[in-house]
């Protein structure tokens, strides 16, 4: 079964408005979990790594003050999508890290109208 | 600094037809290597890795992958391909000293196609 979920599995919202997506490691508590962002068509990006109780390290070239992260417990990670525009529609693809592996959620779908 | 490349963007295949993938890397000690399968609108999901163990990998629904280090490759294959193969896969890599777990770089995926 799975073992990370997130939700919303999609989301609308209008320009301008913040949307937070949680990402829940259900099996196995996670001190890293990762971000990704996939455009149609194209494939994963690593946005930042979320580490429990501490700041999150991003990307070089993401906007950490657009995306903020928040891993207050070792099950859940959110990313808040702040003052979204159009042009962040996107998938957003969470993972939770184990020694060998990643496991990733199903995705969520951000539509920015 | 790794890297991935995905030869071919798209192949298309007969159902029954044997399924080539090609996933070549670049880095500068032997990697942690994967091959994920994405259905359209979900996650992605592990079929195999190798993470420096037997050369010769199985992984889930039939498919395996050869680590050739001399090539530095790490191809994707499947003997007879089934409709249901269709999707998008994704050949990744990570360093084995930060761990497996860790910082994945992810190739450009090839969309497969299976055809009657």
């Known amino acids: 079964g799975a073992v990370v979920s997130q939700h919303p599995s999609w989301v609308i919202c209008k320009s301008g408005t913040s949307v937070k997506i949680e990402c829940r490691s259900l099996?196995?508590?996670?001190?890293?979990m990762f971000w990704y962002r996939q455009f149609p068509k194209q494939s994963l990006m690593l946005m930042a790594t979320?580490?429990?109780?501490?700041?999150?390290?991003?990307e070089q070239g993401v906007e950490k003050d657009k995306f903020l992260i928040n891993h207050a417990s070792l099950t859940l990670s959110t990313l808040t999508v702040t003052s979204a525009h159009p042009e962040d529609s996107s998938f957003y693809i969470c993972?939770?890290?184990?020694?060998?592996?990643?496991?990733f959620g199903p995705g969520t779908r951000l539509t920015v109208t | 600094a790794q890297s991935v490349t995905q030869l071919g963007s798209h192949v298309s295949v007969s159902e029954g037809a044997l399924v080539l993938l090609r996933c070549n890397y670049s880095?500068?000690?032997?990697?942690?290597l994967f091959w994920y399968v994405q259905y359209p609108n979900q996650g992605l999901q592990l079929l195999l890795k190798?993470?420096?163990?037997?050369?010769l990998v199985k992984g889930i629904n039939g498919f395996e992958a050869e680590f050739k280090k001399s090539e530095t490759s790490f191809h994707l294959t499947k003997p007879s391909a089934h409709m249901s193969d269709a999707a998008e896969y994704f050949c990744?890599?990570?360093?084995?000293?930060?761990?497996?777990?860790?910082?994945?770089?992810f190739g450009t995926g090839t969309q497969l196609k299976v055809e009657l």
């Open positions: 993972s939770r890290s184990s020694l060998y592996e990643q496991y």
């Open positions: 099996d196995f508590q996670a001190t890293t």
């Open positions: 979320s580490n429990e109780g501490s700041k999150a390290t991003y």
């Open positions: 880095s500068s000690v032997p990697p942690y």
């Open positions: 190798y993470t420096s163990a037997a050369t």
């Open positions: 990744a890599v990570s360093d084995p000293v930060t761990g497996g777990g860790n910082k994945l770089t």
